[in-house]
């Protein structure tokens, strides 16, 4: 059964068309995070909660939101999509406890701008 | 800063054995992760390294060196369905309200060949 269910897994988008990114996970986990992977390149952190506690990375362009309204559920808002931001946008979970914690990755969605 | 390198592409016969290696600058350590990642799909999980030496699972090990910021990663027994970029990670700064970042690399495009 999947854990880290993303939607859409294709999406489509003109040129400067909002667009929003879903991401649902059933192992309850406390950490949620959204990364950008173009192609060849390594994923890419954009930003993460710690429960309701959201982190930006500091190079992340303000054109990116995201919202967290309950544990199982992230959404990623594109206000403005550039051709830029075609890309791979991988949701994963974690637990954070004293250790190892593992983050385990939706399929992600593959998001072409136009 | 952070820089971790791992060869851009590799080649193996099945049936042998292949070393995937990766070198690591992070401004702190955590642990090292070894993901998979198949063409169009999410990354998933394979080892964890914190302390040095070598973890064992199955086909798949992966060694640390914390004094010399090294890991590899060792598959045997190579199957077709391992062809696949190797992504190797490094658990770094501790990113505030107890969370840590996952720093990867660009991966290592392994295809195996019959």
């Known amino acids: 059964d999947a854990m880290v269910i993303q939607n859409p897994r294709y999406q489509v988008t003109q040129f400067g068309k909002p667009v929003t990114l879903s991401c649902s996970q059933t192992l309850n986990h406390n950490v949620m995070y959204w990364y950008q992977q173009k192609s060849s390149q390594a994923p890419k952190l954009l930003f993460h909660y710690y429960d309701k506690d959201f982190n930006n990375e500091a190079d992340t362009p303000d054109n990116f939101q995201s919202r967290r309204p309950n544990t199982s559920f992230c959404f990623l808002d594109i206000r403005s999509p550039g051709l830029g931001d075609t890309a791979m946008y991988l949701c994963?979970?974690?637990?954070?406890?004293?250790?190892?914690?593992?983050?385990?990755f939706g399929p992600g969605t593959r998001l072409l701008v136009l | 800063g952070q820089n971790i390198d791992q060869p851009t592409e590799m080649t193996a016969t099945e049936g042998a054995i292949v070393q995937i290696n990766c070198t690591y600058q992070t401004s702190g350590f955590n642990g090292l992760f070894w993901y998979q990642q198949h063409a169009g799909e999410a990354p998933t999980f394979l080892s964890y390294n914190v302390l040095d030496g070598l973890e064992e699972k199955g086909r798949f090990s992966s060694f640390l060196s914390r004094s010399k910021g090294y890991s590899y990663l060792l598959l045997k027994e190579l199957q077709m369905k391992d062809s696949a970029s190797y992504l190797c990670a490094v658990r770094d700064a501790y990113s505030g309200a107890g969370s840590y970042q996952l720093t990867f690399g660009k991966g290592t495009k392994l295809s195996v060949i019959p």
């Open positions: 994963a979970t974690s637990r954070e406890r004293q250790g190892k914690a593992t983050q385990y």
